[in-house]
């Protein structure tokens, strides 16, 4: 239940019966409204249609896959929160994921308290965002968190999932230093696997598509020692 008493709805996607049987069962024990989808031509509709407010989601399945419907989510702007759910276990693949906008992975078998709490945070951390969502804009640069959309001057910018992430974490604390930990933890999440390298080319992809300058910043800027703030 949310603060306000409605009824939180998720949708598990996943074509093992018993997994997908036992997930049911469970969230309805925490609460939660449960649907769910055994192959992806159903989850595709079901993730439009029904409006869920988190969806558990394999990568594996009939029809479309669950990269298909991820990519398909996060191109039409719907912020819902994804926890992918993959026996798929190399890092290669944990990347795409969540570079495709998953919000968290997690690999098969699992333990379901483990995979309860992170159902819990992702819709915890989501009730906050959607609270925050008025447009920030600094420069030339306006965002929109609501619709997931970055605008500098009149033009578009295509960000990834992850390049949208990063900016509006440093954009909602205008001049606050975030290390590089701290920047990997909140966007990428406390699993993975990947080094604070992946910030630094993050950055410097973000600058080469909102600064003027690329290689001399006005906004994006190191902070010596520390990591990078947003100067408005």
């Known amino acids: 239940m949310t603060e306000n008493n409605k009824l939180e709805t998720i949708l598990i996607v996943e074509d093992d019966r018993s997994v997908r049987d036992g997930l049911v069962l469970n969230l309805k024990l925490q609460g939660y409204r449960v649907l769910s989808a055994n192959d992806g031509d159903e989850a595709m509709r079901m993730a439009f249609d029904a409006h869920p407010d988190l969806i558990i989601l394999d990568i594996m399945l009939p029809g479309f896959s669950g990269l298909d419907i991820l990519s398909e989510l996060r191109s039409r702007n719907r912020i819902v929160p994804v926890l992918v759910l993959s026996a798929r276990e190399k890092i290669e693949q944990k990347v795409e994921a969540l570079e495709l906008g998953a919000d968290d992975y997690v690999t098969k078998p699992f333990e379901l308290r483990e995979l309860l709490a992170r159902v819990d945070a992702l819709l915890r951390r989501h009730r906050r965002f959607e609270k925050n969502d008025a447009p920030i804009a600094f420069g030339e640069v306006s965002i929109d968190p ?15 999932a992850k390049e949208f992430d990063l900016l509006l974490l440093l954009a909602r604390a205008p001049g606050r230093p975030f290390d590089r930990e701290s920047i990997l933890n909140a966007v990428w999440g406390y699993d993975f696997d990947g080094t604070t390298r992946t910030v630094d080319n993050f950055v410097v992809s973000l600058r080469q598509k909102i600064e003027r300058n690329p290689a001399k910043p006005k906004h994006i800027v190191t902070v010596r020692q520390i990591g990078y703030k947003l100067e408005p």
């Open 146 to 160: 609501l619709h997931r959309k970055v605008t500098l001057g009149d033009a578009p910018v295509e960000l990834s």
